[in-house]
């Protein structure tokens, strides 16, 4: 059980998560934009189910990066991060394919409840449409590094974090509350996915000379360190700006800006990376990176609810 915790990497769970708690909060903090109560546009069981679902898709993610390199032999010995469960061992390939069958059908499992909690037997058009962006996501999850066609091995995988992790978690889920696309929420949407595919892109910078060596082109083998560098700049500033922007467009008063908070720790880590020398330095930051991410996503949605409390109160007592 210790063997499959560590190769399920616990420390990439709360990143997974913060587009869920965005979209989510965005939906209870704007009540009257959709003319409905709060009670009929937030639903606990949509929360549940699209939490369990996107950490059904992470888990799945890690458990076939850890199958797609370790049987090409991408995790060798030159690799800088931590040593992967079918690269040490202590897990077998065909017990990690078996894994990934396993997740992979109650990730599915989970996105088809979701989907019948937030529709029902009504509206199929929607239903169909998310029932085909579930599938599609768990395809990319384990295609990321699993295959002959393998598209992280061609340095998509930038693309792949940024659209399911950012967009679709985002602007997803509030759709499945809310049954409309709300344009606003495009720019926190884009900022959660540029901090997302920021860890990517540190894991990518930390593991460069290896993924080199073992024909692995991702965007920062393609590009070379020091580019990568200044793409990671542009990559969490951007990020910054776009939460600083929607908050400007929306009015938000002094107290509601308590989320740039989350901003000291990720300032700090930029300052680690422009200083930094050698790759193995960087493994501790993905962990300070997607906790930062984590910690503005909760932050920035308590700042969006924050004039809404007696309605959120009412909302969580089930009351109208």
């Known amino acids: 059980m210790k063997h499959w915790i ?3 990497r616990l420390r990439t769970l709360p990143l997974s998560v913060s587009g869920i708690i965005v979209g989510s909060m965005y939906a209870l903090a704007h009540p009257t934009d959709y003319v409905l109560t709060p009670t009929e546009v937030f639903n606990w069981s949509i929360l549940g189910f699209a939490l ?3 950490l059904g898709l992470q888990v799945l993610s890690n458990f076939a990066n850890d199958y797609g390199d370790g049987v090409k032999g991408t995790d060798n010995e030159d690799r800088v991060g931590p040593k992967r469960a079918i690269q040490s061992g202590v897990i077998s390939a065909p017990a990690m394919k078996r ?3 396993i997740t992979s ?11 019948y909690i937030a529709f029902g037997d009504t509206n199929f058009v929607y239903s169909l449409f998310y029932l085909v962006l579930g599938v599609l996501a768990i395809a990319s999850a384990i295609k990321y590094t699993v295959g002959t066609s393998a598209y992280g091995y061609r340095g998509y995988g930038d693309v792949f974090v940024f659209v399911f992790f950012g967009l679709v978690s985002t602007l997803g889920v509030n759709f499945l509350y809310s049954k409309q696309l709300d344009f606003d929420l495009f720019l926190p949407a884009i900022g959660i996915g540029l ?5 990517l892109n540190l894991n ?3 593991d460069e000379a290896s993924d080199r060596k073992s024909g692995k082109n991702t965007i920062v083998v393609q590009m070379g360190g020091e580019k990568a560098k200044k793409y990671h700049y542009v990559l969490i500033i951007t990020a910054m700006v776009v939460f600083v ?3 400007l467009l929306n009015n938000f008063n002094i107290d509601q800006y308590l989320f740039l908070v ?3 720790p990720l300032v700090k880590h930029l300052d680690t990376v422009k200083k930094n020398t050698n790759p193995k330095e960087l493994d501790p930051e993905l962990k300070k990176v997607a906790l930062s991410t984590f910690l503005l996503s909760v932050l920035f949605s308590l700042c969006m609810i924050y004039f809404f409390s007696d309605v959120i109160v009412n909302t969580f007592m089930g009351g109208r």
Do not use: D, E
């Open 262 to 264: 989350a901003y000291y």
């Open 245 to 247: 922007v929607f908050a």
């Open 105 to 115: 059908i109650l990730t599915l499992l989970s996105a088809i409840t979701l989907i």
């Open 195 to 199: 901090l997302s595919v920021a860890v």
């Open 6 to 8: 560590q190769a399920a």
């Open 99 to 101: 894994a990934i069958i």
């Open 204 to 206: 990518n910078m930390r």
């Open 52 to 54: 369990l679902t996107t």
